[in-house]
Each structure stands twice: as structure tokens, then as C-alpha cells.
């Protein structure tokens, strides 16, 4: 079965930090970019940053840029967010997805996200 | 960056009924790739449509796509209990990949 397991997030204060990590399983992750979309609470989707099969080409939403590092690791079959300098708007539940075939793409796979609430 | 409007905010229907929802770009989207999502309480996102009016795998026919352009829809042909949730528009033809706003899908 084709899988995206998210996990890492919590509540953290602002201006703190979270990792947050992606476990796939069932595809061969090693030929997908791969991305980070985010919810918050009541709102509507908006990705958050997507990084190349051989995480050799990286974007972000200017929102989370000089914050927000997307990386991978093929031999681990895992896709990770490392948050710094949270901030109350980060506050959302953020999903791993599979880009179909290109950078931007139809996301045909979803994790069933992590939660990252930022207060005091 | 491409601004996606959707329409109507909430659409009031009853099960059986057809159901049109709009998404409208606020620039021409290249090769119509625009896809759909229906979202459930609680659940993430699920693939419905791709490239306007491809039908994503095992997703039941009474769901089509139409549009080009500026201006697509989803069209529920015959209203199903379990259809009833929030659906979005995404466009992925132009980066930045954007979302619209949602239109929820209740039971009148």
C-alpha cells in the first residue's frame, strides 16, 4: 500500500523550533519530488515547500524562507521539515504529498498530517 | 501568483441533487492543469480531478471536471451521502502550485 506517515509536530513557543518528519512507503520515493502543504486551523491549503528526487533543487512560499528547511534521505525512505523561528502563523496541521510526475503537480498521495501549534 | 476564486462559499443540496462548483483563476492556467480535492473532517485532501477533467483512480464517475482557461468546474451528477464535504481547486501550472478557498458542500 502506497503510504505518507508525518510525524514531529507539538506545541512549541514562538520563536522556537520542530522537525518534522515523513516516512513513505510503497512507491519507490527515491523517483518522486516530494512537498509540504499546511492547513491552519479552519482555513483553507497552502504549500509550503518541495524538493527534487535528489533533493539537488529546492522552493519554499516565501512565508517560511530563511526558516524553513525541506530535506530527504533516499535510503530512508523519509522526507523531513526542520522549523525554526516559529511563528503563530505557522500554526496549522502540515501534510507530506506526492507531487504526481513534476515540481508542481497534482498531489495524487497525502499523509494524514502532524499538528504544529506555535504559543505561549 | 495565480489567485484561485471558488464559488459559491457553501452550496445547500440534497442527497440525489446535482452539485456545480466553480473555481476561477485570476490568470489563464497553462494546459488547464488544474485538479480538485474533496477534504472530510479530520482527513487529508484526496484527489478527485487532474489536468481539468481526468478522473483520478477509483473515483466514481458522477464526479467530472469541465473549463479551460480562467474558468473550471466540478460537477457531482447525482449527490451521494458521502460527497458531501469541503472541496478545493489547485492549479499547479504556474509556480508557486496555489489553492483555492473551498467551497463546503452541506446537507439542506
Known amino acids: 500500500e502506497v503510504q505518507l506517515v508525518e510525524s514531529g509536530g507539538g506545541l512549541v513557543q514562538p520563536g522556537g523550533s520542530l522537525r518534522l518528519s515523513c516516512a513513505a512507503s510503497g512507491f519507490t520515493f527515491s523517483n518522486y519530488w516530494m512537498s509540504w502543504v499546511r492547513q491552519a486551523p479552519g482555513k483553507g491549503l497552502e504549500w509550503v515547500a518541495n524538493?527534487?528526487?535528489?533533493?539537488?533543487?529546492?522552493y519554499y512560499v516565501d512565508s517560511v524562507k530563511g526558516r524553513f528547511t525541506i530535506s530527504r534521505d533516499n535510503a530512508k525512505n523519509s522526507l523531513y521539515l526542520q522549523m525554526n523561528n516559529l511563528r503563530a502563523e505557522d500554526t496549522a496541521v502540515y501534510y507530506c504529498?506526492?507531487?504526481?510526475?513534476?515540481?508542481?503537480?497534482?498531489?495524487?498521495?497525502w499523509g494524514q498530517g502532524t499538528m504544529v501549534t506555535v504559543s505561549s | 501568483e495565480i489567485v484561485l476564486t471558488q464559488s459559491p462559499g457553501t452550496l445547500s443540496l440534497s442527497p440525489g441533487e446535482r452539485a456545480t462548483l466553480s473555481c476561477r483563476a485570476s490568470?489563464?492556467?497553462?494546459?488547464?492543469?488544474l485538479a480538485w480535492y474533496q477534504q472530510k473532517p479530520g482527513q487529508a485532501p484526496r484527489r478527485l480531478m487532474y489536468?481539468?477533467?481526468g478522473r483520478a483512480t477509483g473515483i466514481p464517475d458522477r464526479f467530472s471536471g469541465s473549463g479551460s482557461g480562467t474558468d473550471f468546474t466540478l460537477t457531482i451528477s447525482r449527490l451521494e451521502p458521502e460527497d458531501f464535504a469541503v472541496y478545493y481547486c489547485?492549479?499547479?501550472?504556474?509556480?508557486?502550485?496555489?489553492f483555492g478557498q473551498g467551497t463546503r458542500l452541506e446537507i439542506k
Open positions: 489547485q492549479q499547479y501550472g504556474t509556480s508557486p502550485t496555489t
Open positions: 504529498a506526492r507531487p504526481q510526475f513534476l515540481r508542481d503537480d497534482a498531489f495524487d498521495i
Open positions: 489536468g481539468a477533467s
Open positions: 524538493i527534487k528526487k535528489d533533493g539537488s533543487e529546492i
Open positions: 490568470q489563464s492556467v497553462r494546459s488547464n492543469y
